[in-house]
């Protein structure tokens, strides 16, 4: 759904800074956490605003995907 919506449009970002990227390992599976700074359009609203996002990635026969995603204006 993620790329989805960068293909058709519906998500153009003109600005993408991160920071305060955080990695935890735990066995088979890494969890991932960074500030991102945000300046674009998602469908019809403009964004201008600092996100933490957490991704949680787990291996699958040596294949990475992801299987938990949150993001969240702070």
Known sequence: MVLEN???GNSVFTTIKSSDQIINLIEDTAVVSMKLELQGKYFDELISSPFRYIRV?????DVLK????C????
């Not at 993001?71 to 702070?74: R, T």
């Open 6 to 8: 960068y293909r058709s």
């Open 57 to 61: 990635w787990k291996s699958f026969h």
């Open 66 to 69: 992801v299987i938990a995603v």
């Open 71 to 74: 993001g969240v204006e702070i």
